[in-house]
């Protein structure tokens, strides 16, 4: 494949021998050239032809420039004011940064530099846990061009006063446009924090997303995460988020999936402290020939934790939705509570959903449960709309929306949670 070609000689052109992060980089280099790209003859990608996306007209990211009118076309709404990281081509963008709470409390840096300075120890020790999770050569290559990514700190006892805003700019204009961002986050003790991840394809053409996002949560931290995946019909995404609970702590998880040729979604909630609590909730609103696919974990380590789990997808057209959830409880992590669930409506003939919910038992005083549903609208609340005056698309889209709400209402920032819930509207046709 002459993708492989070309992404070795970028490799070879960003390679530095004094950066603190040249083994890192190095090391991850070798196992994406033994494991190469996913096959679907891998369990995890049954159902995602990764391969697929990286086509050999794939252009690696090169130096370009994003405008002050760009960025602020594209500024979500209600967040004027927040601690805004920029991402262009995967790459960190220190100038186009900004940032309201003082150093006191948020540190953001590039993560090379933060490899061989105060915070070196936390990432050498923290950065690159995902692979042990997804030991597959989309993860080792995301991880051998970390050298552009970024580091986070909310330090210890700090809670922010505005969320943090990750925009991630891919400029397709001179060709498929390949970008792989990297962030470590460190939720320090008793901290804090919302951060809220966005993806945006300028250029027209075609874009290809490869993103890793590791967080570490550590005792009494508050974490709320929200991804909006809306990048457009001509872009791919895979992206691993990594959160780690490192001492009894609440992180809050919501995922939308809103359009993209293919999409693939990772969300692991690694629970390693007693008394640690975990929400996910993921939408997905899928149309034209989109593949989505959510890959949960929960991994439970030790006792008295709780985790809930709730997926749900509205699939149209020739669309495909996968849901592949796992849970573990290993065998000292008595006293478990882990639901999970996976709600699909499918709207076209030719609509599909594959739905694998999982759990992976070793203790045996546990509560857990997992189910999963597909179907169609209900006739029923369809008919009794209808009976009632209300047009058919309009009673669809009332029983849409209230399908999808449950999931919006997750969202914690009130601002973004209107604007997720606009994009929804608009998709499903209701004037709200």
């Not at 967080?215 to 929200?226: E, G, K, M, P």
């Not at 995404?237 to 995922?255: E, F, M």
């Not at 609103?285 to 030790?302: E, F, K, Q, R, Y």
């Not at 919910?357 to 189910?371: M, R, Y």
Request: net charge negative.
């Amino acid at each position: 494949m002459e993708v492989i070609n070309n992404l070795t000689k970028a490799f070879a052109s960003q390679e530095n021998p004094s950066s603190p992060l040249h083994e890192f980089q190095s090391d991850n280099w070798k196992t994406f050239a033994g494991l190469g790209l996913p096959a679907i003859k891998h369990e995890e990608w049954k159902y995602t032809r990764i391969r697929n996306a990286y086509a050999d007209n794939l252009v690696i990211a090169t130096d370009a420039q994003l405008s002050a009118a760009t960025l602020s076309a594209h500024q979500l709404p209600g967040t004027d004011h927040a601690n805004r990281i920029v991402f262009l081509n995967g790459r960190y963008q220190a100038g186009l940064s900004s940032f309201q709470d003082d150093s006191a409390s948020l540190v953001v840096k590039p993560l090379e530099t933060a490899a061989g300075d105060e915070d070196a120890e936390f990432v050498n020790l923290h950065l690159g846990h995902s692979q042990k999770y997804h030991p597959d050569g989309i993860n080792a290559l995301n991880a051998a061009f970390a050298a552009g990514g970024v580091y986070i700190r909310v330090n210890k006892g700090k809670s922010l006063n505005q969320p943090v805003v990750i925009y991630h700019f891919t400029d397709s204009s001179n060709g498929y446009a390949f970008s792989q961002p990297r962030i470590l986050v460190n939720a320090a003790e008793a901290s804090a924090a919302s951060i809220m991840e966005t993806y945006v394809n300028i250029g027209g053409g075609e874009s290809l997303t490869n993103e890793v996002i590791e967080i570490c949560a550590a005792q009494d931290a508050v974490l709320h995460y929200v991804k909006i995946q809306n990048e457009g019909a001509k872009s791919s995404h895979s992206g691993t988020t990594h959160i780690r609970q490192l001492g009894k702590c609440l992180t809050h998880a919501v995922t939308l999936t809103l359009s993209g040729k293919l999409v693939r979604n990772n969300l692991n909630m690694v629970m390693e402290a007693e008394h640690g609590e975990s929400h996910m909730y993921g939408l997905y609103l899928l149309n034209g020939d989109t593949l989505a696919d959510n890959h949960t974990i929960v991994d439970n380590a030790m006792p008295h934790c709780f985790s809930n789990e709730l997926y749900k997808g509205i699939l149209d057209e020739q669309s495909t939705g996968v849901f592949n959830g796992k849970i573990f409880v290993r065998k000292d992590a008595q006293k478990t509570n882990a639901y999970q669930s996976n709600k699909n409506i499918l709207l076209g003939d030719h609509a599909s959903a594959n739905t694998k919910p999982q759990l992976e038992i070793f203790a045996d005083d546990v509560k857990c449960s997992h189910g999963c549903t597909i179907g169609k609208l209900d006739e029923d609340a369809l008919f009794y709309l209808k009976a009632r005056g209300i047009s058919e698309q309009k009673a669809k889209a009332l029983l849409l929306h209230a399908f999808a709400i449950d999931i919006l209402d997750q969202i914690q920032h009130e601002a973004i949670r209107e604007y997720a819930d606009k994009l929804i509207s608009e998709r499903l046709s209701f004037d709200f």
